[in-house]
């Protein structure tokens, strides 16, 4: 991620309460239902070793690969590639994503 500077290292951006750190330009999926967070696993797999919890709210990057884990298609059973704000690249269950 590259920092944009202008305009925002200049004038009420300076002096603001909120400033932009970065953009970065995707699909993103936003982590909503945990109750409180969602595993981030090394393979699309409930069983598979969790890399980190991304929080209610996080939007995380969809690196545009899904694989399902239930036959039938439905949503319950789906999978999605994504990297979280921090880079780790995992496999979070869609049940718990607004896509």
């Not at 309460?17 to 699909?27: K, L, S």
């Not at 993103?28 to 969790?50: H, K, Q, W, Y």
Request: net charge neutral.
């Amino acid at each position: 991620v590259q920092p944009i500077p202008e305009p925002f290292l200049e004038g009420i951006f300076l002096n603001g309460a909120n400033r932009i750190v970065a953009v970065q330009q995707g699909p993103f999926a936003r982590v909503t239902g945990t109750g409180s967070c969602l595993n981030i696993r090394e393979a699309p797999d409930p069983t598979a070793r969790a890399l980190t919890c991304a929080a209610e709210g996080v939007l995380l990057r969809d690196l545009g690969m899904a694989q399902r884990s239930d036959p039938s298609g439905s949503r319950e059973g789906s999978w999605l590639y994504v990297v979280t704000p921090s880079g780790t690249k995992g496999w979070a269950f869609t049940k718990y994503l607004e896509l």
